[in-house]
């Protein structure tokens, strides 16, 4: 088992840049692949990043590729998720999730963080 802490969100005008982070509990965390999603008012939980176990392997959502870099440090049981020339668009509520596969569907992560809020204003 795992257990998540998001931080690092906060308002930042368009074409700012924030840096997320994800504590992770335990000492499984190189045994977990893991992902960023997001989620806007109104709006379904949406996939916004994934990294392998290892960091050798990343994806990315078409909205969010050459903007936004995911990467994890094992040895500090930590996820990043560094977002350049934001939008107002990427306004949202980013969760990071801990799953044995690296997925871009909502069910295929099996532990989740309580979320950060992201806001960027026009």
């Known amino acids: 088992q795992v257990q998540l802490v998001e931080s690092g969100g906060g308002l930042v005008q368009a074409g700012g840049s924030l840096r997320l982070s994800c504590a992770a509990s335990?000492?499984?965390?190189?045994?977990?692949?893991m992902g960023w999603f997001r989620q806007a008012p109104g709006k379904e939980r949406e996939f916004v990043a994934a990294i392998s176990r290892s960091g050798g392997s990343t994806y990315y959502a078409d909205s969010v590729k050459g903007r936004f870099t995911i990467y994890r440090d094992n040895a500090q049981n930590t996820l990043y998720l560094h977002m350049n020339s934001l939008k107002p668009e990427d306004t949202a509520v980013y969760y990071c999730a801990a799953g044995p596969l690296v997925a871009v569907q909502v069910g295929g992560y099996d532990y989740w963080g309580q979320g950060t809020q992201v806001t960027v204003s026009s």
């Open positions: 335990g000492r499984t965390f190189n045994r977990y692949d």
